[in-house]
């Protein structure tokens, strides 16, 4: 109804606007789990292991082997804006794109049931605790909130339970879970591939064996065979690109003034399958700075750097690590969006298509000479 008269204006009720915040980083289950395996990562894991219950609408548990969290800093753990990870302004800049200063266990807090279980080397038992809108709380009734002591190994468990219990509309749009099962399959797939070193595992709850799995200290490519399977494994081509790296021979670069000094340093890992393999969909990982993005322009780019090489209807798999010097990320971007921009976004595509389509260039004549001998 319109006002005919102003009507005062009041401020939102703070948890209220922790909710609203939180739902604006956790879409859904999936959405948790990257932040959860991104903090694994951090923590210098070896092992992550996730199980989930109803697409991980009901449960999302994600055990690690990493550095575990000090008791000390439980009670402030999944506060807004608390980070082991910057400290100074400078940071903020670089943390400020790509991680959630933070955020994470803080949103999840608003809209899940949180709790985490913790041990550093240096702790002679593992400690448990429960978290509601951000701060401490008891599992019962009458019970204190305080970390309670109980056995585990060291690292951390965070167990996330009964997501959007508190915003009916958001869990009643996550109704298939099966659907939301298959996101957290593909994002853990993803940072298998892109993390081979380290084992991952991911099963339902009271199933007895995982849909994914992987042992330690793989590379690159036996990860992608393992998890995309060998028809892509066995046409893989790989190339490095960066910001120091001559152009090819053929190509016509036109050196802009300064182009260099304005794009800062970069470099890039691309693992591509050669015209051999052909797929109905374009599979497109892109890292960068180790963390999972989309940038529809990149991926616009490489289709069309093997728009020649393919027949129409068939499409490529590649996988891209892109590393950029940090203030080189657009911090107008707000950090929620997995879409990027980067200073000289147009050089670096441009320089990374030309180096895909360099080599499969190379590869198809090195091909016809075979056949015609
Ligand atoms: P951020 O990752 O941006 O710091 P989070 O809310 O994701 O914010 O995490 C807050 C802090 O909790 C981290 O800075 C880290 O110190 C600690 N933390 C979270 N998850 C883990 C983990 N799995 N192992 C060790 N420490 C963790
Ligand atoms: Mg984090």
């Known amino acids: 109804d319109i006002a005919t008269e102003p009507r005062p204006i009041k401020k939102l009720d703070k948890t209220l606007i922790n909710r609203i915040a939180a739902g604006e980083i956790i879409h859904r289950p999936a959405s948790a789990l990257k932040e959860l395996i991104e903090n694994s990562l951090d923590a210098g894991s070896t092992s992550i292991k996730v199980t989930v219950r109803d697409g991980g609408l009901k449960l999302l548990q994600i055990q690690d082997n990493g550095c575990g969290i000090r008791k000390s800093d439980l009670p402030i753990l999944a506060e807004r804006f608390t980070t082991s990870k910057l400290s100074t302004f400078s ?7 790509y991680g959630f200063r933070g955020e994470a266990l803080a949103s999840i807090s608003h809209v899940a049931r949180l709790s985490v279980v913790t041990k550093t080397k240096n702790d002679a038992c593992a400690w448990k605790a429960y978290y509601v809108d951000g701060a401490l709380s008891s599992n019962k009734p009458g019970r204190s909130p305080e970390p309670e002591p109980c056995a585990g190994n060291d690292g951390t468990t965070i167990i996330v339970e009964n997501l959007f219990y508190n915003t009916p509309t958001r869990l009643s749009a996550l109704r298939n879970n099966s659907d939301e099962y298959a996101k957290i399959l593909d994002v853990m797939t993803k940072y298998a591939v892109h993390n081979p070193k380290i084992s991952f595992l991911c099963k339902k709850a009271g199933s007895p064996s995982p849909e994914l799995t992987t042992p330690p200290n793989l590379d690159i490519p036996q990860a992608i065979g393992l998890l995309y399977g060998h028809s892509i494994a066995k046409e893989l081509l790989h190339n490095t690109v960066s910001s120091s790296s001559s152009p090819g021979d053929d190509m016509d670069v036109d050196s ?47 289709e069309a ?36 921009h980067f200073l000289d976004e147009e050089g670096i595509t441009e320089k990374i298509c030309n180096a895909v389509q360099a080599s499969l260039s190379t590869q198809a004549a090195s091909r016809s000479y075979e056949y015609q001998t």
């Not at 940071?91 to 794109?97: F, Q």
């Open 91 to 97: 940071d903020l800049a670089r943390i400020a794109t």
């Open 305 to 340: 750097a093997y728009h020649s090489i393919l027949p129409k209807s068939a499409s490529p798999f590649v996988y891209l690590s892109l590393n950029i010097d940090p203030k080189c990320v657009d911090v107008n971007v707000h950090p929620t969006k997995r879409e990027v």
């Open 256 to 302: 802009e003034e300064g182009s260099d000094t304005l794009s800062g340093s970069w470099s890039a890992d691309i693992y591509f399958t050669n015209p051999n393999y052909q797929a109905k969909k374009f599979n497109f990982l892109l890292f960068i700075n180790h963390r999972l993005v989309e940038s529809p322009r990149m991926k616009r780019a490489l």
